[in-house]
């Protein structure tokens, strides 16, 4: 069994560093987009285990690319996790109407991600 595969995505540069040191720290495979439409070809040609995906991006906002992931049958499997700083009640019934497995605000912790990440992913 190889390592499990995270897509990182999100707009800013920091943030993504960020989270691809915790999770590299933590023996994942991580992959990173900076956009919903680069998200969107990574995912189709990595097929990620767990998506951590933010909404206010450009060329597709995280919601869209979190109803089209969850509509596209080589992906149904796959895990989206919504990390924003949109932490609003009505922004995070959005995130999981249009199907995200879970909801986090940033600022994170890094140790409660990691917790989520295992609990979603981890056998």
Do not use: W
Not at 26 to 32: D, L, P, S
Not at 50 to 56: H, K, Q, R, T
């Amino acid at each position: 069994m190889g390592k499990k595969k995270i897509l990182a995505v999100d707009d800013e540069p920091n943030i993504l560093m960020s989270i691809e040191f915790i999770l590299d720290m933590e023996g994942y495979e991580v992959h990173t987009a900076r956009d919903g439409e680069e998200a969107l070809e990574v995912a189709g040609r990595i097929r990620p285990d767990l998506i951590l995906l933010d909404i206010s991006m450009p060329r597709k906002d995280g919601y869209e690319v979190c109803r089209i992931i969850k509509g596209c049958d080589e992906l149904a499997g796959t895990k989206v996790v919504m990390l924003t700083a949109k932490g609003q009640a009505l922004e995070r019934k959005k995130g999981l109407e249009v199907g995200a497995d879970e909801y986090i605000t940033k600022p994170f912790n890094a140790a409660e991600l990691l917790e989520k990440i295992r609990e979603m992913i981890e056998p």
